[in-house]
């Protein structure tokens, strides 16, 4: 897997490598979700207040995105991919939870969708391990909600904010 890298296959990713990508595409959000509706209104964070809850959560995907490299095995790749999901889904809501600094808020939000988009893209991956569609893990492809997180991290960080 390379990252943000289109047409290339995960598998090939090294742990170390894996640990890199999580950190930055995927380095993070925190603090505990809030209803939407007390969203409206609320201050946007400042720039140090964002980088903070940016990397809180970041720790643990690089648990789980550093074993997607690993998986000796499809079923443990599948079993892998199942918990990213999992992970991914938190991890949206708790980005929708922040209000970002109106400067970057627009990157934000692309952030957001491509979390949400990378978690959508994960379901039918894990159904093809699960049937057998796949039986190489060096084929499975990069999926393009990865690409998207790449990006939207890559243009927040370049905005001067440290989120990974």
């Known amino acids: 897997m390379k990252a943000g890298g289109a047409g290339?296959?995960?598998?090939?990713?090294?742990?170390?490598?894996a640990c890199a990508l999580l950190a930055v595409c995927l380095g993070g959000c925190g603090g505990g979700a809030k209803p939407a509706a007390s969203l409206a209104g609320a201050r946007p964070l400042s720039k140090a207040?964002?980088?903070r809850q940016m990397t809180v959560i970041g720790k643990t995907f690089q648990r789980e995105v550093a074993l997607i490299?690993?998986?000796?095995?499809?079923?443990?790749?599948?079993?892998?991919?199942?918990?990213?999901?999992?992970?991914?889904?938190?991890?949206?809501?708790?980005?929708?939870?922040?209000?970002?600094?109106?400067?970057?808020?627009?990157?934000?939000?692309r952030l957001v969708e491509a979390i949400g988009e990378f978690e959508a893209e994960l379901g039918p991956l894990?159904?093809?391990?699960?049937?057998?569609?796949?039986?190489?893990?060096?084929?499975?492809?990069?999926?393009?909600?990865?690409?998207?997180?790449?990006?939207?991290?890559?243009?927040?960080?370049?905005?001067?904010?440290?989120?990974?």
């Open 126 to 164: 894990i159904a093809k391990l699960k049937s057998g569609a796949i039986t190489d893990l060096g084929t499975i492809p990069v999926p393009k909600g990865e690409k998207d997180i790449f990006n939207a991290v890559a243009a927040i960080n370049k905005a001067g904010y440290n989120i990974g």
């Open 8 to 17: 290339g296959c995960w598998h090939t990713l090294t742990p170390a490598a």
């Open 69 to 109: 490299a690993t998986a000796p095995t499809i079923r443990a790749e599948q079993l892998t991919l199942t918990r990213l999901e999992g992970e991914l889904g938190v991890t949206e809501t708790k980005l929708r939870a922040i209000v970002p600094p109106a400067p970057i808020q627009a990157d934000h939000a």
């Open 49 to 51: 207040q964002y980088s």
